[in-house]
Structures are given as structure tokens and as C-alpha cells.
């Protein structure tokens, strides 16, 4: 019962009166897939099962099929085991690749059961032998449906559990954490906005989620990247739309600030923010109101916001690429989020809570990290910061054929300490604005010229970078 060329696979018959609920288009909940080249025995199997109100979706070859599990989440695959093309064993192993929380029910003649047994040796739910009993068929089915749904349901959960432990922990013990960490504990409960201010990487969305939890708001948290969505599109983004306000608005839309209505709302790479969206952010600021493109009403919301950026943003100011009133009005509260290189201390802590985290997902037997790798990485400056990290330890994990972390699983850069500190040699009694103007060349040598990371580096403004070195800066 193979389909033509680009057609599509057989649905329940929306005019079948025995066709189980939600029969209609593409179901909404879990389908089943059944698999079988004897066209009269895929028709019989297809009936049992929609009459027992399952979505089912049937094909008469193995190839078939698996373009089907590609497209669409099958919840469970009931496949003949014997089939021209693409067996039912190859289509197995396949399925486990392609669709691993499929739960698989092989079919195979009465005679042939070892080979169903071998099948389910290789990962298959469950066998029915032919010629197939209703009852037999009906059951096997529904107890791999109940499989795969708590598989879905426990995936979905894990999901859930690794997202919020992502947004709930600010791990470190060093000073400079703890001073931005003791300083967002103690103005969360207020109204007032808060400006997250750190390098690429620092996490700064998790120290606006962090005052999120902390704070009074019942309503949710939301998150929009100021830099990610093009200009044209960013005050809808931000304020929403009237139907027919411009092309392509078929219906009204709420805006960001409307959905964390009760809540907060996040702005981050607020320095991208273009100038004319910066007067109307400041209004909405001041009025605790929002207007949609092409609506004369605007609408009260309650959000609190907080801002965050990777850029000097009075810098931004001083050139004329951010209003000042607005820049005051977010700088209320400045939390300055510390790059990694500045909390040495925590990076063994961060480096084993990356491994357990990710240990335990990848289902690995990984409990230390050797001291040679703990070396490399304490000694790296982690120009990503904890991002970086994270990444580097996710990929260790990854690449590990025993119970601990070396230095063959970490990246080559880190190793041979690529981008690591330099030294630079002072002689005593050298003038401090020599020394400072030391420290400026060799670092933007380290930065390959980059006057914003050189003054991250250095903890100045950029605006000093320029200021030090005079008539040539422009050569730099």
C-alpha cells in the first residue's frame, strides 16, 4: 500500500463515524504510526486501532516511514517486521536515532517469533505475532502508548527541572560575586529598574531572573534581546500592534510589555536599542503606560524593568548613541556583573557544577576532574566567561571515556592557555603614567586593538583608553 511519490500518509477517514475523537487534519495529540507492505493487513491493523480512538497514520513501506517519524512526533510505531526495502529491524534501529521516545511494536508471523525477540533484545516495546487478534493488537498498543507518554512526560520534566535550575543559581563564593549578589538581595523587593551591566557570558540574565524571584511580582518573567530582532520590527515587539496597522498585521497583538504585564521584563542589549524606541521606552517608563502601533489608546501596564548590556552605556551617552534621560532613568540601581577572570575562586566550584549537571543528563559515570585540567582551567582567563565554561565542560563531558575529566577532553585553546594572561616586566621607579600607558599598549596588543574589551580588561571606560592615549588613538 505504498503512497504516490510526495503524497500523503493515510489519516483517519474524517467521514468514518467509528474514527475516535479529535479524527480530523493533523491530531493534536498522540499519533501512532502503523507500518506494513501487505496492504490488507495494514487496512485491518488501521481500523482496529482508530476504532479504539487512536490517531493513527499508516504507510506500506519502511522508507515511508521513516520520512513520517522525521516530520512528525509519533508516539508509537507498530511496524511488520518482514518487508521489502527497509526492513522492520532496520527500521528499528533507525527510529531509536531519529525518534528515540517512539515506543516500537514489531509484527511478525507466528513462526518467526525469535526474530521479535530479537527485536525487542534491540530496544522494541513489544511484539504481536500474526495473524493478528484484535485484542492482542489493541493492548500491546496501549500499553506503548502509556510508555511513551511518561517518557514524554518525565523528558518534559527534566526539561523544565534543567531550566530552572539555570535561572535559579548564582554560584560563587568570591568577593566580587558576592558584592553583586548582596546588592540584587537587597533592592529586588523595590520597584525600581535595575541596570545589569558585564561582559558577553557573565550571566547577567540570570541575576535579572534571580531579582525576578526575589522580588513581590506574581506575574511572569520575560525576556526580550534588544540586538536579536530587526529595528522595523522591534516596537511591535516591545508594544504590540492594531490589525491592519501595517502589512502583514492580520490581527491585534500584544507586546512585550503587555505580556509581563504584573511581572518584569528583561531589556536586554538595551544599548542596541534604536533612538526613536529610546524616547518611547522613556515614556512608557514614566507613564507606566504603552500605546500599540496603530492604536490612538494607550494601556496601563505594570512592569518592572530591568535593563542589561555588555557596553559602557555613559560611554554610549558621552558619543551620542543613547539619550542621557533615559540612560539616568534605568541607572537607578547598577549591578555590574563580574567577568569570570575577576572570581578566580569560583571556578573550580562552577567547573564541578557543570560536570554533575551535565554528567547527569548525558547519563555518565563522571564524578572528578584531574588536577593537570583544574590547572589549565584556573589558569585560562575565559575571555566567554561563564558561558565559556559551561560550554567547555558540557563538551569534557561529552568526550570522556572514563570516570574523570583530563586534559584531552578540554578545548586545545584552553590547554595550551590561547588568550591566557601576559606578563608584562616594569622596572622599579618606572613613572606611573608610564606604567599605565604600559598597561594600555600591551593590552590592546592582547585585545588585537579592541578599546572595548582592553578597557573591560583594565576596568576603565573606553572613554580613558582614548583620553590616555592622545593624538594616537585614531592609529590604534
Known sequence: MALPEGSEPNRQDQGDPAAGPGATGLAAGPVVLVVDDDASNLASVQKILQREGFTVLA?????????????????????????????????????????????????????????????????????????????????????????????????????????????????????????????????????????????????????????????????????????????????????????????????????????????????????????????????????????????????????????????????EVAQGRFRSDLFYRLHVICVEVPALRERGSDIAGLAHHFLRRFASVNHKDIHAIQPDAMAALQAYTWPGNVRELENAMERAVLLARGDTIGLSELPERIVRAEGGSRVMSIAVGTPLEEIERLAIDETLKLTGGDKRKAAMLLGIAVRTIYRRLGDQSGTR
Open 59 to 315: 504507510v506500506g513501506d519502511g522508507r515511508e516511514a521513516l520520512g513520517v517519524l522525521r516530520r512528525e512526533r509519533i508516539a508509537v510505531l507498530v511496524t511488520d517486521l518482514m518487508m521489502p526495502g527497509i526492513d522492520g529491524m532496520e527500521l528499528l534501529r533507525a527510529c531509536q536515532w531519529t525518534s528515540p521516545s517512539t515506543a516500537v511494536v514489531v509484527m511478525t508471523a507466528y513462526g518467526t517469533v525469535e526474530t521479535a525477540v530479537a527485536a525487542m533484545k534491540e530496544g522494541a516495546y513489544d511484539f504481536v505475532t500474526k495473524p493478528l487478534r484484535r485484542t492482542d493488537v489493541v493492548r500491546s498498543v496501549a500499553r506503548a502508548m502509556e510508555r511513551a507518554q511518561l517518557h514524554h512526560e518525565n523528558q518534559s520534566l527534566r526539561e523544565e527541572l534543567e531550566k530552572a535550575g539555570r535561572s535559579r543559581e548564582i554560584l560563587g563564593t568570591s568577593p566580587a560575586i558576592r558584592r553583586a549578589v548582596d546588592l540584587i538581595e537587597q533592592v529586588a523587593p523595590a520597584r525600581t529598574t535595575i541596570l545589569l551591566q558585564g561582559e558577553s557570558g557573565t550571566g547577567k540574565e540570570v541575576f535579572a531572573r534571580a531579582v525576578h524571584r526575589l522580588s513581590a511580582r506574581k506575574g511572569p518573567f520575560v525576556a526580550v534581546n534588544c540586538a536579536a530582532i530587526p529595528e522595523n520590527l522591534l516596537e511591535s515587539e516591545l508594544f504590540g500592534h492594531e490589525r491592519g496597522a501595517f502589512t502583514g498585521a492580520v490581527a491585534r497583538t500584544d507586546g512585550k510589555f503587555s505580556q509581563a504585564d504584573g511581572g518584569t521584563l528583561l531589556l536586554d542589549e538595551i544599548a542596541d536599542l534604536p533612538m526613536g524606541l529610546q524616547a518611547k521606552l522613556l515614556r512608557v517608563l514614566q507613564e507606566g503606560e504603552v500605546q500599540r502601533i496603530g492604536s490612538g489608546q494607550p494601556t496601563r501596564v505594570d512592569v518592572r524593568v530591568l535593563a542589561a548590556t555588555n557596553r559602557d552605556l555613559e560611554d
